[in-house]
């Protein structure tokens, strides 16, 4: 798949791991083009249901960042992401409902997340390979199923309710309820999630987490602590699902206990399998396909769970690098062509 | 890229059909629908669907609404307040609805209703019991022309003061605002009048098996079982309870819509002796509601229940608070709306200024032989309960 | 008297009806745990290939076959689709990467499929096929409607069955073999591809009919799987993946659990119980209570 790093390529060289990303970031500045260019389309002809459609994409793309970071670099598969996505937006609903204020929501939400991704992560990596997905699984059953029969946080209801708030950065400020506002700053969120996980796995640390992969035994004579480094990348996709997860009240003013079932978990395998594992990129433009297949597909049959599946299965089959895996080694190649003298 | 490219030509289309229509006077008056066409409440949506189609008919062959007519667009509320939200949100926003109707489960009534506040629009429930919505949570964009929890239990609690005072109840309602707000309701009412209340439980909408519900209703031996589960829950709780010998000893009373005529065949003989607190009933003996069951019938094959005829009604009272207010405009039919009395299948309405709550007549209905019997009227007044809502 | 009184009238039936449930839940679980036991395949479409049991036999009783006749029919009648499904979808990635995680995601894309397919062939609502034996005997004092009673005494004659099948016949030592070493199994001349596709549909047929003996009870839709499957897969984990003994043991436990729960604490509060157990079962012991399928 990929390209041998050219021969006449100068010592310090952009081994292929670094090329492969490269690639993925010319892709994700092209959907940043393609959203800002959405976008001023939105706001010219005032459109609101599908610039916050978009929106609600680019929400749950952060979603399957989260699943992506483990599965495309600790080759875990979560079954139980949606945890961490639901507590952020739980958390986030209730302290905009306290104090209606976009920072300490997302202050909130990054301390749920630290703190439960770390219990979660020493449980979880008690074990390895397919019972790791079965434990995630496990623990987003029970905290959905708790959250669910919970009275004080609305039950299987929900909370509704949720203020919209101003979202500032000094002198310059919106309301989360400019559907063009919100867009642009959720674009510019997730971009800034994938810009930290895609940098963190470009430090010694993410390299290890692949080298891992490849072999954990021979990585733990090299003088690391596998486990470390695993509880990291797990506290690390726990704070960018819940991070994602904030948005989402402010979105739709409401939190419901489907954000922490085995859907929503599910939906983001899809969409990070459909998009393209370990590729970061991958999680974002599968995410954006999918709902373009459930809006227009939904629009003249209800049946798009048949197209999903379907595409999704032929991908399992065919693509193990998803849909990103037709068009990110011609980038790859061009990138590496740049170089050469 | 493509995705994005999908994206903006969906916006386009959907936009061009938007700036292509001017506003004629002739142009529809159009009325979002988001009720559940699958699952649990199918039959519930049915009936409401049967009422407004035909109440637009009738309004239409009519005139229409200042000689527009009135135009309907359905979306599946899959009694789920998520799905409801995004259903209303593209309707209020894409098909540009200047009104809504026909959610169905409380909760997703509530969503809708924070986000026609947002919207700038009006909705209005002919379904949702939860008093909530017309008490602490309300809202100045929501209406209820139904009767809501409280109304229908102090209709029912009249009964049982007078058949079985001192009743030992246990409660079983569906595991959501709707659900506890019915049993919270219905408890209050039989504190006063003089019963006792051995134990709740509430069970997920769209339970599969009510059996493991059993085990507390037994250890407590109640006379009286009160349900508030509604469509196909109320089939299932039912059978199950005749098959486990749990109907022999005890007398189940239930909220409005857990009986009705949409259920009651797939019921059978469990549902006799079962008796409800409703605001509507076929078996009215007015003219006009006489007139109503048979256009009803003609149109649908079957007998409208209390969701047919609040729908049905409904569709006159956005048409009088329009016509009075001489437009569509959020506020001019708020105002319009508010203290409005019209004429439905059951009588005169009035909606409450001060809660958007409808007053409307109780009846005691009863199963006897698959049939509905109307046992006692409580008059509007007496049902409605305080006006506790502080938000308008 | 009040004590006799009490198991009696609360604490027996309660206990009956958990039973009923939990021979229901083994029998999903049995066909999930071979599967796993044999193929290391998790197989996330099994509530799928229950609710489709459950729909051929809605489709069949419609054209006026017994439903005593359905169940030897439709699990028959999945035998072949089973076969397919391993043959043409699983053997395709099945020698790939990660055996587990790849198979994983394609039985749970299938799922998804087969539940949209039944929506779209039969309509989203619930059917209601009527109770194949209708009334009630008291047993003890204890009142047991009828169908609960079959469906008991069925089920423990299907799992007994299974457990002869894989223990006690020629057939089921040569899936043990495959499941403890396939290469090992192939050279004395086990055919080990036909065991693996014939193991997976015997699992599916299983879960089918699971399907058609529950169908008269919780009803059915296209959705039926999902919630159901959720119990069983803690019922094989706990169990231990692969492990029919497991499956029983743990199948019955659970469901008690559940029941006798129910009578103290809200009912809703079992299932963060029942999947809390999973989660601690997973922390100190993985491989479940029992080992798996031909290791024990």
């Known amino acids: ?341 | 890229m493509t995705s994005t490219l999908r994206l903006l030509s969906a916006l386009l289309a959907g936009t061009a059909a938007i700036a292509a229509t001017p506003a004629l006077a002739a142009d529809p008056i159009k009325i979002g629908v988001v009720t559940p066409l699958s699952g649990t409440y199918a039959g519930i949506g049915q009936q409401v669907r049967w009422g407004l189609e035909l109440a637009a008919t009738e309004v239409n062959a009519a005139g229409g609404i200042m000689g527009r007519p009135v135009e309907l667009s359905f979306e599946d509320e899959e009694a789920n307040p998520s799905v409801a939200v995004q259903k209303a949100e593209k309707l209020f926003q894409v098909n540009k609805v200047d009104f809504l109707t026909g959610t169905v489960n409380s909760g997703s009534t509530l969503a809708v209703g924070q986000l026609a506040e947002r919207a700038g629009k009006l909705i209005a429930t002919t379904v949702s019991f939860a008093d909530s919505i017309t008490a602490d949570k309300c809202s100045p964009n929501v209406f209820r022309v139904n009767a809501r929890a409280g109304q229908q239990s102090a209709a029912l609690a009249s009964w049982l003061a007078k058949e079985k005072p001192q009743a030992k109840v246990f409660y079983l309602g569906p595991d959501y605002e709707m659900g506890r707000s019915t049993v919270a309701a219905f408890r209050s009412n039989v504190d006063r009048v003089g019963g006792s209340s051995l134990g709740e439980v509430f069970a997920p909408l769209d339970s599969k098996d009510y059996t493991q519900y059993f085990g507390q209703i037994r250890a407590t031996r109640p006379q009286v079982l009160y349900t508030s589960v509604a469509g196909t829950d109320t089939v299932r709780l039912f059978t199950q309870l005749q098959e486990f010998g749990l109907l022999g000893n005890i007398t189940v009373l239930g909220a409005s819509g857990t009986v009705t005529a949409q259920n009651i065949g797939a019921i059978g003989k469990a549902a006799d002796g079962f008796v409800t607190g409703v605001g509507y009933s076929a078996e009215i003996a007015t003219p006009e509601n006489k007139r109503f069951v048979e256009a009803f019938k003609a149109a649908a094959k079957t007998d409208p229940d209390l969701y047919g005829a609040d729908s049905y009604g409904l569709i006159f009272a956005y048409k009088a608070a329009v016509e009075k207010a001489g437009s569509t405009d959020t506020d001019k039919v708020r105002e319009a709306l508010r203290g409005l009395t019209w004429k439905t299948p059951q009588g005169e309405k009035t909606l409450r200024a001060g809660d958007h709550q409808a007053e409307q007549t109780m009846y005691v209905v009863r199963v006897a032989g698959g049939q509905f019997k109307i046992v006692s009227e409580i008059p509007g007044p007496d049902a409605i309960g305080a006006d506790t809502c502080t938000k308008f | 008297m009040a004590v006799l009184d009490y198991l009696q009238f609360v604490l027996a039936p309660q206990m009956v009806t958990g039973l009923a449930l939990g021979v229901a839940v083994v029998l999903v679980a049995l066909g999930l745990t071979i599967i796993f036991g044999l193929l290391d395949v998790i197989n996330m479409s099994h509530g799928e290939f229950y609710a489709l049991g459950a729909f051929v036999a809605l489709a069949l009783g419609s054209i006026g076959l017994p439903f005593w006749l359905l169940l030897i029919l439709v699990p028959l009648a999945l035998l072949p689709i089973g076969y397919m499904v391993e043959r043409g979808l699983i053997q395709r990635v099945f020698h790939g990467g990660d055996r587990h995680v790849t198979t994983l995601l394609l039985t749970f894309g299938l799922g998804l499929v087969i539940e949209d397919v039944l929506k779209l062939a039969f309509g989203p609502n619930p059917h209601r096929p009527e109770t194949p034996i209708s009334g009630g005997v008291e047993l003890l004092g204890v009142f047991v409607p009828n169908y609960r009673l079959f469906l008991i005494i069925a089920g423990a004659v299907v799992i007994a069955a299974v457990a002869a099948v894989v223990y006690r016949t020629r057939l089921g030592a040569m899936v043990r073999a495959a499941a403890y070493d396939r290469h090992m199994a192939a050279s004395l001349g086990v055919p080990v591809k036909q065991v693996y596709a014939g193991a997976f549909a015997f699992g599916v047929a299983l879960a089918g009919l699971a399907g058609v003996l529950l169908a008269p009870i919780y009803s059915v839709f296209p959705t039926m799987g999902r919630d159901f499957i959720l119990l069983a897969f803690t019922v094989v984990i706990v169990g231990g993946m692969g492990s029919i003994a497991g499956a029983v043991v743990a199948g019955l436990f659970l469901t008690q659990v559940q029941a006798i729960a129910s009578l103290y604490i809200s009912p809703v509060w079992t299932d963060p119980i029942v999947f809390g157990i999973m989660v601690v079962m997973l922390m100190v012991r993985p491989q479940g209570l029992f080992g798996r399928l031909g290791h024990a």
């Open chain 1, 1 to 341: 798949m990929r390209e041998p790093a050219p021969t006449e390529t100068p010592a310090p060289a952009r081994d292929p791991l670094t090329t492969a990303m490269r690639a993925s970031h010319v892709l994700a500045g092209v959907l940043v083009v393609g959203a800002l260019a959405f976008a001023a389309f939105g706001a010219a002809v005032g459109d609101t249901f599908y610039l916050r459609l978009a929106t609600e994409a680019l929400i749950f793309a952060g979603l399957a960042l989260a699943v992506d970071i483990l599965l495309g670099y600790t080759g875990l598969l979560s079954l139980g992401q949606a945890l961490y996505f639901g507590l952020g937006a739980y958390v986030s609903a209730l302290t905009l409902m306290a104090v209606p204020s976009f920072w300490a929501a997302f202050g909130a939400a990054l301390l749920a997340g630290t703190v439960v991704g770390l219990v979660g992560g020493v449980i979880a990596n008690r074990v390895r390979g397919v019972y790791f997905a079965l434990i995630t699984f496990g623990m987003a059953q029970v905290v959905g199923k708790v959250v669910y029969n919970t009275r004080a946080l609305g039950a299987s209801d929900g909370l509704i309710g949720v203020p919209v708030v101003d979202i500032g950065f000094g002198p310059w400020s919106f309301s989360s309820a400019s559907p063009a506002g919100l867009f642009l700053f959720v674009l510019g969120y997730v971009m800034v999630l994938y810009a930290v996980a895609a940098y963190i796995l470009d430090t010694p640390l993410g390299r290890l987490l692949i080298a891992m992969r490849a072999n954990e035994g021979r990585v733990a004579f090299l003088g690391y602590r596998p486990v470390t480094a695993r509880l990291i990348a797990y506290v690390i996709a726990a704070v960018v699902a819940s991070l994602s997860g904030a948005l989402y009240p402010m979105l739709r003013g409401f939190v419901s206990p489907e954000l922490l079932f085995f859907t929503t978990s599910g939906n983001a395998v899809i969409t990070v399998i459909t998009g393209g594992a370990g590729t970061l990129v991958g999680a974002l433009y599968g995410s954006l396909l999918l709902t373009v297949i459930k809006s227009y597909v939904g629009s003249w049959t209800e049946h798009h769970l048949i197209v999903i599946g379907l595409l999704f299965m032929a991908v399992v089959i065919f693509l193990p690098r998803g849909l990103i895996g037709l068009v990110r080694p011609k980038i790859e190649r061009m990138l590496s062509r740049e170089r050469k003298p």
